[in-house]
């Protein structure tokens, strides 16, 4: 089966450049995250969804940050204008809804490596 | 204070020793807990769920301490393999589908 795809999975951009991030989930999963990782921060939720719909972005930095998921197997996390202090690894995760039985387990894809000169 | 708290090591520690991390967490609404690995530049996988009662998978054993915000971390017998970071992770009810992630705790077993 396939994991979470993470495209891309390096990307070198400078100041002020446009830059999107894309995640196909687990066929199947109804949750979304995603997920920006520094040394500093650690790993930090910026946004979920359930079901296509956006839940909870209160750790969306700043209106520079946007987050779409158009159909139950694509999402987006858009960076515009990007700065040097977006540079992190970005991790979309799946998972499934059903917290009831509580097994906690977060799909990862591979992460996007962002550099912002 | 960080919701979710860990020293970060590393902890240098020869193969076959037995090593325990600590992870306080500053919710008492907290409800599930959980030990995630993460090797180096590589994606964080789930290790194991911590129970109220404590339990156990192979050489690694988890516990928790609701009263003073506590989750441990044991792993007995340690291998090269083990080299990576763990990363405490707590949900709470009505936090939605939210876990938060400690900053982990580096491991490095040597020969």
């Known amino acids: 089966d396939a994991g979470v795809i993470q495209s891309p999975r390096h990307e070198v951009t400078e100041m002020g450049q446009e830059v999107t991030l894309r995640c196909k989930p687990i066929?199947?999963?109804?949750?979304l995250f995603w997920y920006r990782q520094t040394m500093m921060r650690g790993l930090e939720l910026l946004i979920y969804?359930?079901?296509?719909?956006?839940?909870?972005d209160s750790g969306m930095p700043e209106d520079r940050f946007s987050a779409k998921m158009p159909n139950a197997s694509f999402s987006t996390l858009k960076i515009q204008p990007s700065e040097p202090r977006d540079s992190a690894v970005y991790f979309c995760?799946?998972?499934?809804?059903?917290?009831?039985?509580?097994?906690?387990?977060?799909?990862f894809g591979e992460g996007s490596r962002l550099t912002v000169l | 204070r960080k919701e979710v708290e860990q020293d970060p090591g590393p902890f240098n520690v020869p193969e076959g020793a037995t090593v325990a991390f600590n992870c306080t967490y500053s919710?008492?609404?907290?409800?599930?807990f959980f030990w995630y690995r993460q090797d180096c530049r590589k994606e964080p996988k789930l290790l194991m769920s911590?129970?109220?009662?404590?339990n156990e998978d192979g050489r690694f054993t988890a516990q928790l301490n609701r009263a003073s915000q506590y989750i441990s971390l044991l792993i007995r017998d340690s291998k090269l393999s083990d080299s990576a970071t763990y990363l405490c992770?707590?949900?709470?009810w009505g936090g939605g589908n939210k876990l938060t992630f400690g900053t982990g705790t580096q491991l490095k077993v040597e020969l």
């Open positions: 995760a799946s998972s499934l809804a059903n917290w009831a039985s509580n097994t906690g387990e977060l799909f």
């Open positions: 066929s199947g999963h109804d949750y």
């Open positions: 969804f359930n079901n296509n719909v956006p839940i909870d």
């Open positions: 919710n008492s609404a907290s409800q599930s």
């Open positions: 911590v129970y109220s009662s404590g």
């Open positions: 992770v707590v949900n709470r």
